[in-house]
T-cell receptor, first 115, second 115 residues
Framework: DSGVTQTPKHLITATGQRVTLRCSPR?????VYWYQQSLDQGLQFLIQ???????AKGNILERFSAQQFPDLHSELNLSSLELGDSALYFC??????????????FGPGTRLTVL | AQKVTQAQTEISVVEKEDVTLDCVYE???????LFWYKQPPSGELVFLIR??????QNEISGRYSWNFQKSTSSFNFTITASQVVDSAVYFC????????????FGTGTRLQVFP
């Protein structure tokens, strides 16, 4: 158990809908990262927040947005869902003690199925 | 551009055999960080090791060992005396640049250990 929690574990929804994925980082970790794992794209970095501020952005679609709250938990919002958004979404956290290359500890993931 | 190649898609071994998972990377940076993660059938990603580009010492942790060779841009992972519990998908990853935590993942190698 990494100490990172994600809810829900599974999510089934329809095209065009909007969902919110939630992540609680390990106690004391300031950084939260979101990744998408799909069969065709593999593991892809989406976005990183550090202590409430966006720090790095990857190949995140405009239909997706994220935020990190004062208590350091994070939410990933996915809207206008398409079939291709079906994937496993991981949250990871890190104490970010170094400027870069910090170890990231992953949560169990949320499996999103868009029908 | 940064790239991680794991040419072995799937490897099957019998328990107690030694197995090496290959990882070759490409980067334009002189400072970078390399990682290995394990994804067991349960789905979560488990951090195994972090290595920075200035530390070429090989590392051993129990049955696991890592061979980092800058001259060949490789960071290979060996499991000695494999066990059924080692069955998983193993991912090698590289930081996108010297000043970020953003990870570029390889496509993974599925290891199956049979009793």
């Amino acid at each position: 158990d990494s100490g990172v929690t994600q809810t829900p574990k599974h999510l089934i929804t329809a095209t065009g809908q909007r969902v919110t994925l939630r992540c609680s980082p390990r106690s004391g970790d300031l950084s939260v990262y979101w990744y998408q794992q799909s069969l065709d794209q593999g593991l892809q970095f989406l976005i990183q927040y550090y202590n409430g501020e966006e720090r790095a952005k990857g190949n995140i679609l405009e239909r997706f947005s994220a935020q990190q709250f004062p208590d350091l938990h994070s939410e990933l919002n996915l809207s206008s869902l398409e079939l291709g958004d079906s994937a496993l979404y991981f949250c990871a956290s890190s104490p970010s003690q170094r400027l870069a290359g910090n170890e990231q500890f992953f949560g169990p993931g949320t499996r999103l199925t868009v029908l | 551009a940064q790239k991680v190649t794991q040419a072995q898609t799937e490897i099957s071994v019998v328990e107690k055999e030694d197995v090496t998972l290959d990882c070759v990377y490409e980067t334009r940076d002189t400072t970078y960080y390399l990682f290995w993660y394990k994804q067991p059938p349960s789905g979560e990603l488990v951090f195994l090791i972090r290595r920075n580009s200035f530390d070429e010492q090989n590392e051993i942790s129990g049955r696991y060992s890592w061979n980092f060779q800058k001259s060949t841009s490789s960071f290979n992972f060996t499991i000695t005396a494999s066990q059924v519990v080692d069955s998983a998908v193993y991912f090698c990853a590289l930081t996108e640049s010297y000043n970020t935590d953003k990870l570029i993942f390889g496509t993974g190698t599925r290891l199956q250990v049979f009793p």
